[in-house]
């Protein structure tokens, strides 16, 4: 948690390098006190954003070592959602805690169908009404209805509708 800075003397006497933690000094004739000093290590959290996203919070974040950062949310674009941290976490909002070294993520975004990628062979499935919505967004893609879904509710079957 802690790194080496250097050497410091209240008195006269000489180092060979004071910036190195392995070094000599040269005592004086009079008493003298020598310090190692340290200081805390501190840690860069970097977040971005894949395509179709972008991020809230603080995406560049300096910390002081075994804390915590603070929250970064992942926003999808319409028509997509939140999929996963390029390190495989996928909580969102996200907040690394007691942190022991650099971390750099994106965030990645897909689709939001219930499954496919919207190629010929593998269309995009669509089972809600969002997903539904969302066809709109991938106009020259592929598409399979996995059942019927059911609009003659709220909010659906009101005011404008479709």
Do not use: C
Not at 66 to 89: E, H, I, N, R
Not at 93 to 110: C, M
Request: net charge negative.
């Amino acid at each position: 948690g802690y790194r080496f800075v250097n050497w410091t003397t209240t008195g006269s006497g000489s180092f060979a390098d004071s910036n190195s933690a392995s070094t000599t000094f040269t005592m004086p004739a009079e008493n003298t006190t020598v310090t190692a000093n340290f200081e805390l290590n501190t840690y860069t959290l970097t977040y971005s954003a894949g395509a179709n996203g972008s991020l809230t919070g603080t995406t560049s974040q300096t910390i002081d070592y075994s804390t915590d950062g603070t929250a970064v949310t992942a926003v999808p674009d319409v028509g997509y959602k939140f999929l996963k941290w390029s390190d495989d976490v996928t909580d969102n909002p996200r907040t690394d805690t007691n942190v022991t070294q650099d971390i750099t993520v994106e965030a990645s975004f897909e689709p939001d169908f219930a499954g496919g990628d919207g190629t010929s062979g593998a269309p995009f499935q669509i089972s809600t009404p969002a997903h539904l919505n969302n066809v709109r967004y991938f106009l020259t893609s592929y598409f399979i209805l996995n059942n019927d879904i059911d609009l003659d509710v709220a909010p659906y079957n009101t005011g404008e509708g479709w």
